[in-house]
């Protein structure tokens, strides 16, 4: 998958459950860090008293000091467990801690709520989809790839039951899934009844599935004999490549009979995810190794804004692989998925719009199809205690290094178990992005911020605060102090900052010699790190962070994607293009303390994400200047590469920091680092580096890979001991010169998320008005007004259609009132409807649902 016990709490998202945009509520965010934790538990204790009565005495613990840094472990053992039977056997027995997998299994769920051992978190963000081979519709090798052809993957839609999926395969747990937009999501909300006629137009119909990919199949020559499908005289064999770790696997068999059912000879070739990867990830599509594989992916953080959906899953800028960039789409739909994505519009009137037609369209695309939201658990055990996100679980946290621990201890090691371990190679460009890896590369790195878990707002990890202008009459708000936000007229982006990148002499291109008129954007960020920062903050071979890492990180922004580059990487231009169509300028006004300007024309709806902030967390992971110098070597010297696209291009190794043979070549231009001292991109990168820290750096480095075999450092809370790929095996350690308190972010326990109850008439007489309630509370509560920041309704006629849209109205704390006007009932007809609400907090992403059904007569 490519990112306490109540396990009846699950959540019973509906249809339109959303999440809508407070839908990242606000959390609080001090930047104070605080010292003292206080031991919550209350201890029992037996004291005698006159008359030799024995009663019992609450007494609440002294606090508790923590005098430690980093992490509250001493040691994390990463192992391969594909097995989720085995893996809750082997947590019941003790032998591994947690299980950092999305399980959408109900028997699964029934072991974990029944065992006294074990309890779980549970989580949004999991959903599985059908990615299809775009290429031909004729491959290479003369054969017939019908899924070449936009209408025939449209067709798929009518093909797949997807309540059959949720039903009979995740036994409840999971939550039909039609378009680009998880179901739990503010942008889902807000195209609610858009949504929702799609949801409708593409309902299971196989006779038309069948008609329309038949009609398709005759015009690219087929022809159906004895009801198989037949292409210049041999059977038209698709391979539906099968994921076997989870329910993919049976998902796999169902989509195979399916299509076997309509005329189609199916391979069924079932593979791990280690397995998978090289054909539908790295393979060329144009070859026609497979048809059709089953995918799954991860949002690993709450997520306020999916407009970028349409540009990652759909375009050839989602990804640097030969898939993505085998993409081909309608103008239409790639001029405006691109503009979502850099945020081209000027009101959320318009973004509506634009979305409503983005969705049309990658439904008539359709590289991929979408099947189901899982409602998904972590199992662990009882003892286990991490800052679990809502939307990414456990291993899509960026807090599960900061706060994961053993109730009650500090120090000491944990076992967690993930079906697959090192499913690709590590590098911060463009190296793996698997949730297996992912979850590890964010416990030895780190970036400028952290994500809220509850709201998917960022927080300011190493950033000091933040300044956004925008401008004005842009549909921007914030939620969070640590930010200013302000409107103003007109930005102008000053003619000495950086706007492009000259690759022959490595030297950045001012907007003064790039513009010939002055350039003003929609938003500016600047942003403050502390003073202490590059003397604080250290890599974990010792080197202390420095403004070179930025500016290395600036530099790589362009370089790749500059043909007079020697690293240039054709697979890196799409996502750049779409960068620069938006990107004006930035600036360092400071070096130390280090303050950023950022110019661009893009923004978000958040002034938190809005934030531009250059820390060098690259694409796939934290990277220090001196590192990456030896990926860029042998890059350059066309030895391995940092794509996979661009290595199966060259035919040469994708680079990984951490184990394989691109470790010995690597290891070779760092002794030739070590002997000359060579600075990269030196006409620009020796006004921020000097000699002292060339020679420091590589020494360090040269230290680092004595002791550990490895390149790869970051500044995260952990490092990286070793890597076993063979045995399936990581061992992460802690990082003792980690600058933050072990209790910084242990304010994230229990996220507040709402219990609705709707209450009303079951009979409403059509064309009169009637009052339904909705009750909302949490741990038995009423949840505050203002703590809510949106209670919407829908009514669903007998024809399943949606009839209306509209806001509920508070009444009082927990009580609020939805008025069905006489004109919505007269609009009914005789029969059953359903009155659907969904509850979204600002304290929390997840929006919470109720529904209740009605009947309707004169």
Same mark, same amino acid.
């Given at each position: 998958?490519?990112? +306490?016990?109540?396990?009846?709490?699950?959540?019973?998202?509906?249809?339109?459950?959303?999440?809508?945009?407070?839908?990242?509520?606000?959390?609080?965010?001090?930047?104070?860090?605080? +010292?003292?934790?206080?031991?919550?538990?209350?201890?029992?204790?037996?004291?005698?008293?006159?008359?030799?009565?024995?009663?019992?005495?609450?007494?609440?613990?002294?606090?508790?000091?923590?005098?430690?840094?980093?992490?509250?472990?001493?040691?994390?053992?990463?192992?391969?467990?594909?097995?989720?039977?085995?893996?809750?056997?082997?947590?019941?027995?003790?032998?591994?801690?947690?299980?950092?997998?999305?399980?959408?299994?109900?028997?699964?769920?029934?072991?974990?709520?029944?065992?006294?051992?074990?309890?779980?978190?549970?989580?949004?963000?999991?959903?599985?989809?059908?990615?299809?081979?775009?290429?031909?519709?004729?491959?290479?090798?003369?054969?017939?790839?019908?899924?070449?052809?936009?209408?025939?993957?449209?067709?798929?839609?009518?093909?797949?039951?997807?309540?059959?999926?949720?039903?009979?395969?995740?036994?409840?747990?999971?939550?039909?899934?039609?378009?680009? *937009?998880?179901?739990?999501?503010?942008?889902?909300?807000?195209?609610?009844?858009?949504?929702?006629?799609?949801?409708?137009?593409?309902?299971?119909?196989?006779?038309?599935?069948?008609?329309?990919?038949?009609?398709?199949?005759?015009?690219?020559?087929?022809?159906?004999?004895?009801?198989?499908?037949?292409?210049?005289?041999?059977?038209?064999?698709?391979?539906?490549?099968?994921?076997?770790?989870?329910?993919?696997?049976?998902?796999?068999?169902?989509?195979?009979?399916?299509?076997?059912?309509?005329?189609?000879?199916?391979?069924?070739?079932?593979?791990?995810?280690?397995?998978?990867?090289?054909?539908?990830?790295?393979?060329?599509?144009?070859?026609?190794?497979?048809?059709?594989?089953?995918?799954?992916?991860?949002?690993?953080? =709450?997520?306020?804004?999916?407009?970028?959906?349409?540009?990652?899953?759909?375009?050839?800028?989602?990804?640097?692989?030969?898939?993505?960039?085998?993409?081909?789409?309608?103008?239409?739909?790639?001029?405006?998925?691109?503009?979502?994505?850099?945020?081209?519009?000027?009101?959320?009137?318009?973004?509506?719009?634009?979305?409503?037609?983005?969705?049309?369209?990658?439904?008539?695309?359709?590289?991929?199809?979408?099947?189901?939201?899982?409602?998904?658990?972590?199992?662990?055990?009882?003892?286990?205690?991490?800052?679990?996100?809502?939307?990414?679980?456990?291993?899509?946290?960026?807090?599960?290094?900061?706060?994961?621990?053993?109730?009650?201890?500090?120090?000491?090691?944990?076992?967690?178990?993930?079906?697959?371990?090192?499913?690709?190679?590590?590098?911060?460009?463009?190296?793996?992005?698997?949730?297996?890896?992912?979850?590890?590369?964010?416990?030895?790195?780190?970036?400028?911020?952290?994500?809220?878990?509850?709201?998917?707002?960022?927080?300011?990890?190493?950033?000091?605060?933040?300044?956004?202008?925008?401008?004005?009459?842009?549909?921007?708000?914030?939620?969070?102090?640590?930010?200013?936000?302000?409107?103003?007229?007109?930005?102008?982006?000053?003619?000495?900052?950086?706007?492009?990148?000259?690759?022959?002499?490595?030297?950045?291109?001012?907007?003064?010699?790039?513009?010939?008129?002055?350039?003003?954007?929609?938003?500016?960020?600047? =942003?403050?790190?502390?003073?202490?920062? *590059?003397?604080?903050?250290?890599?974990?071979?010792?080197?202390?962070?420095?403004?070179?890492?930025?500016?290395?990180?600036?530099?790589?922004?362009?370089?790749?994607?500059?043909?007079?580059?020697?690293?240039?990487?054709?697979?890196?231009?799409?996502? *750049?293009?779409? *960068?620069?169509?938006?990107?004006?300028? =930035?600036?360092?006004?400071?070096?130390?303390?280090?303050?950023?300007?950022?110019?661009?024309?893009?923004?978000?709806?958040?002034?938190?994400?809005?934030?531009?902030?250059?820390?060098?967390?690259?694409?796939?992971?934290?990277?220090?200047?001196?590192?990456?110098?030896?990926?860029?070597?042998?890059?350059?010297?066309?030895?391995?590469?940092?794509?996979?696209?661009?290595?199966?291009?060259?035919?040469?190794?994708?680079?990984?920091?951490?184990?394989?043979?691109?470790?010995?070549?690597?290891?070779?231009?760092?002794?030739?680092?070590?002997?000359?001292?060579?600075?990269?991109?030196?006409?620009?990168?020796?006004?921020?580096?000097?000699?002292?820290?060339?020679?420091?750096?590589?020494?360090?480095?040269?230290?680092?890979?004595?002791?550990?075999?490895?390149?790869?450092?970051?500044?995260?809370?952990?490092?990286?001991?070793?890597?076993?790929?063979?045995?399936?095996?990581?061992?992460?350690?802690?990082?003792?010169?980690?600058?933050?308190?072990?209790?910084?972010?242990?304010?994230?326990?229990?996220?507040?998320?709402?219990?609705?109850?709707?209450?009303?008439?079951?009979?409403?007489?059509?064309?009169?008005?009637?009052?339904?309630?909705?009750?909302?509370?949490?741990?038995?509560?009423?949840?505050?007004?203002?703590?809510?920041?949106?209670?919407?309704?829908?009514?669903?006629?007998?024809?399943?259609?949606?009839?209306?849209?509209?806001?509920?109205?508070?009444?009082?704390?927990?009580?609020?009132?939805?008025?069905?006007?006489?004109?919505?009932?007269?609009?009914?007809?005789?029969?059953?409807?359903?009155?659907?609400?969904?509850?979204?907090?600002?304290?929390?992403?997840?929006?919470?649902?109720?529904?209740?059904?009605? =009947?309707?007569?004169?």
């Amino acid at each position: 998958m490519f990112t +306490k016990k109540n396990l009846t709490m699950l959540l019973t998202l509906v249809m339109v459950a959303s999440m809508l945009l407070s839908a990242c509520g606000p959390t609080p965010a001090p930047q104070v860090i605080e +010292k003292t934790v206080v031991v919550t538990q209350e201890v029992i204790k037996t004291v005698e008293v006159t008359k030799e009565v024995e009663v019992e005495v609450l007494v609440t613990p002294e606090p508790v000091k923590v005098d430690r840094k980093g992490a509250w472990l001493d040691t994390v053992i990463f192992v391969e467990e594909p097995s989720t039977d085995a893996a809750i056997t082997r947590l019941e027995v003790g032998e591994i801690d947690v299980f950092a997998y999305s399980v959408s299994n109900p028997e699964t769920a029934a072991k974990v709520e029944e065992s006294p051992n074990l309890d779980a978190y549970s989580a949004s963000g999991s959903y599985n989809e059908l990615t299809f081979n775009p290429a031909g519709p004729e491959l290479e090798n003369g054969t017939l790839n019908p899924f070449g052809a936009p209408a025939i993957r449209e067709a798929m839609n009518w093909l797949i039951d997807r309540n059959y999926l949720v039903q009979e395969i995740f036994g409840g747990m999971a939550i039909p899934r039609w378009t680009a *937009f998880n179901i739990a999501s503010t942008d889902y909300a807000r195209l609610a009844d858009v949504n929702r006629a799609i949801e409708l137009k593409y309902a299971y119909n196989k006779e038309k599935a069948q008609e329309v990919i038949g009609a398709e199949m005759e015009k690219l020559g087929a022809t159906l004999v004895d009801g198989k499908w037949q292409y210049n005289g041999a059977p038209v064999s698709l391979s539906v490549l099968i994921r076997v770790e989870d329910e993919r696997r049976d998902i796999g068999d169902y989509v195979a009979n399916q299509l076997e059912d309509i005329g189609f000879t199916v391979v069924r070739d079932y593979k791990t995810s280690a397995e998978a990867s090289p054909l539908w990830m790295r393979g060329d599509p144009a070859e026609g190794l497979w048809n059709v594989y089953t995918g799954g992916w991860v949002t690993t953080v =709450v997520p306020r804004n999916l407009a970028d959906n349409f540009l990652f899953f759909y375009t050839n800028q989602g990804l640097g692989v030969p898939l993505w960039q085998a993409y081909v789409n309608d103008p239409e739909f790639y001029e405006l998925s691109e503009k979502l994505a850099y945020a081209d519009y000027k009101n959320v009137e318009e973004r509506n719009t634009m979305l409503a037609r983005a969705l049309e369209l990658s439904m008539l695309d359709s590289v991929r199809i979408w099947l189901v939201d899982e409602k998904s658990i972590t199992p662990k055990r009882n003892e286990v205690k991490v800052a679990s996100d809502l939307y990414g679980g456990v291993s899509g946290s960026w807090l599960w290094a900061q706060t994961l621990q053993r109730e009650g201890e500090i120090g000491g090691s944990m076992t967690i178990a993930m079906p697959s371990i090192l499913t690709e190679p590590w590098n911060a460009i463009a190296g793996t992005n698997w949730i297996y890896d992912m979850m590890l590369i964010r416990g030895t790195g780190e970036n400028a911020y952290m994500y809220d878990p509850f709201t998917g707002l960022i927080l300011p990890q190493r950033l000091e605060r933040a300044e956004i202008f925008i401008e004005e009459g842009l549909p921007v708000g914030k939620t969070l102090d640590w930010v200013d936000l302000q409107f103003v007229p007109s930005i102008e982006v000053p003619a000495d900052a950086w706007a492009d990148w000259d690759a022959e002499t490595q030297r950045f291109l001012t907007v003064g010699e790039v513009y010939t008129e002055t350039q003003t954007v929609a938003r500016k960020s600047v =942003v403050y790190y502390p003073a202490d920062m *590059f003397s604080t903050v250290k890599w974990h071979d010792g080197s202390n962070l420095s403004v070179g890492d930025f500016v290395m990180g600036m530099i790589l922004t362009f370089d790749r994607a500059k043909e007079a580059s020697p690293v240039y990487d054709a697979s890196a231009v799409p996502t *750049f293009d779409g *960068f620069m169509s938006a990107f004006k300028g =930035v600036k360092i006004i400071s070096e130390d303390p280090l303050i950023i300007e950022t110019y661009s024309d893009s923004y978000n709806l958040d002034a938190e994400l809005s934030i531009s902030d250059w820390w060098p967390y690259y694409a796939q992971g934290e990277g220090a200047w001196h590192a990456l110098t030896l990926g860029l070597m042998a890059d350059a010297a066309g030895e391995a590469t940092f794509s996979a696209d661009k290595a199966d291009e060259l035919e040469v190794e994708w680079l990984s920091f951490i184990a394989g043979p691109t470790i010995e070549i690597m290891k070779t231009h760092l002794d030739e680092l070590v002997a000359s001292g060579e600075l990269p991109y030196a006409p620009t990168m020796s006004e921020y580096v000097d000699t002292a820290e060339v020679q420091a750096r590589y020494a360090n480095l040269a230290e680092w890979f004595r002791k550990r075999g490895h390149f790869w450092v970051g500044t995260g809370p952990f490092y990286l001991e070793r890597a076993f790929p063979v045995e399936g095996t990581v061992i992460l350690k802690r990082f003792l010169d980690y600058p933050d308190m072990a209790d910084k972010w242990l304010r994230f326990s229990e996220a507040p998320i709402a219990v609705v109850e709707l209450d009303g008439p079951g009979r409403v007489t059509i064309g009169s008005a009637e009052t339904y309630d909705v009750y909302v509370t949490f741990n038995d509560e009423p949840y505050a007004t203002a703590d809510l920041d949106n209670v919407k309704f829908l009514v669903l006629n007998a024809k399943g259609e949606v009839a209306h849209v509209g806001q509920a109205t508070a009444v009082e704390d927990g009580l609020w009132k939805i008025e069905l006007a006489a004109e919505v009932t007269g609009k009914l007809e005789a029969g059953s409807n359903q009155l659907e609400v969904v509850v979204v907090s600002k304290r929390v992403a997840l929006p919470s649902t109720d529904a209740l059904t009605f =009947v309707t007569a004169q």
